[in-house]
């Protein structure tokens, strides 16, 4: 294995716990469009197989809506998402900022692979790590960087390409099957931390699983990935 130089981050469910969140704002903006729909922690759960809360929609509605109209619901939706970050309703996950710590005190660069949106990005990022947090980040690859969504490598293959990394210098730190396909696919090393909706998943291809990276210890972490 390449000596480690950076590690790039998921963001929905990895750095934060945040789909029970989404999940409320999607109920919130189908009253506001008086659509008659509530999805529950079930339904959403399948519904988190789909990459993306347009194609999520999407798959849900079929052809009932046109394509302004799920776009319409979908800017609701993530206003109210905004509005619970701003709240404060929305944390980082258990260890993630002393990864994040850990990680810049051995000089390894750090990164984000996510594909959601940059807006809902930026307003997590600025509600957990502060105003000045993305200088944390070399590279902040979002949906708008990828051509196709996880488990596609796409955002992956970006972000190593900006980094000028191959997958074997790096560490993806993913909550969701989909997300450790797609690292895993452009050769990256991957821990996976399920989050909420994610326990249960297939998680074999793993090179670690930790429920809680809170508990890692970071000085085995980092001498087991060849640091």
């Avoid at 963001?11 to 945040?18: C, M, R, S, Y």
């Avoid at 999940?23 to 509530?38: I, S």
């Avoid at 590279?139 to 970006?158: L, N, T």
């Avoid at 249960?200 to 793993?206: C, I, L, Q, V």
């Amino acid at each position: 294995m390449s000596r480690v130089q950076a590690i790039l981050f998921d963001v929905d469910g990895t750095l934060a716990e945040t789909e029970e969140s989404h999940r409320l704002a999607w109920n919130a903006a189908f009253v506001d469009h008086g659509c008659d729909w509530q999805w529950d922690f079930s339904r959403y759960r399948e519904l988190l197989k789909i990459a993306g809360g347009r194609e999520r929609l999407r798959h849900f509605v079929g052809d009932a809506l046109a394509d302004e109209t799920v776009m319409a619901i979908h800017r609701t939706k993530n206003d109210h998402y905004r509005r619970a970050l701003e709240s404060g309703a929305i944390a980082l996950r258990p260890g993630v900022r002393r990864l994040i710590t850990a990680a810049r005190e051995r000089g390894l660069e750090l990164g984000i692979a996510t594909t959601t949106s940059r807006s809902n990005v930026a307003a997590l990022l600025e509600s957990t790590l502060g105003p000045r947090s993305p200088e944390l980040f070399a590279v902040i690859a979002c949906a708008e960087d990828a051509s196709a969504k996880k488990p596609d490598p796409a955002v992956y293959s970006f972000a190593l390409a900006q980094l000028d990394l191959s997958g074997s210098e790096a560490i993806a730190v993913e909550d969701s099957r989909n997300g450790l396909l797609a690292a895993k696919a452009a050769g990256l090393t991957t821990v996976l931390t399920p989050s909420l909706y994610m326990i249960g998943e297939d998680n074999t291809e793993a090179d670690l699983v930790s429920e809680n990276l809170g508990l890692l210890d970071l000085d085995d972490f980092f001498s087991g990935f060849s640091q």
